[in-house]
Structure formats: structure tokens, C-alpha cells
């Protein structure tokens, strides 16, 4: 599985990095994806940010 995050959509409001610190990381304003592929074991909780993203900037592949 991969994620992808939208750049020009995503906040920076650190969510997805809070939430799934393994797979996203908070970059200087925007998040960026640490772990590509995502490890099965942490599929769920990179779906669950895509979820909780706030303004939808997590897409899964
Ligand atoms: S949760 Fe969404 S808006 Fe917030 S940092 Fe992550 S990708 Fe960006």
C-alpha cells in the first residue's frame, strides 16, 4: 500500500503525524510520507489518517 499527500491541499496541521508517526512526518509546512511502501503493520493507522485528515490531503494507492 501507498500514500500520498496532496501538498497543496494539506494544512500542516500535523495530524497524520501525530497519529501514524512511522508513516508521516511534518515538514517544514507541509506533511511528507516517511514510509514507502507502508509496512502491513501500519496500514491501518495510515488509513486512519487519511480518514482524519481534516481537508482530505491523504490519498491511498
Ligand atoms: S492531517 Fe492532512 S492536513 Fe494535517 S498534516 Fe496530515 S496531510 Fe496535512
Redesign the pocket.
Known sequence: MKVK?DEST????????DNCPEV?E?GDS??KVIADPVPAEKEECAKE?AE????D??SIE
Open positions: 499527500i494539506c494544512t500542516g496541521c500535523g495530524l497524520c503525524a508521516f511534518l507541509v506533511a489518517a482524519n485528515c481534516p481537508v490531503a491523504i
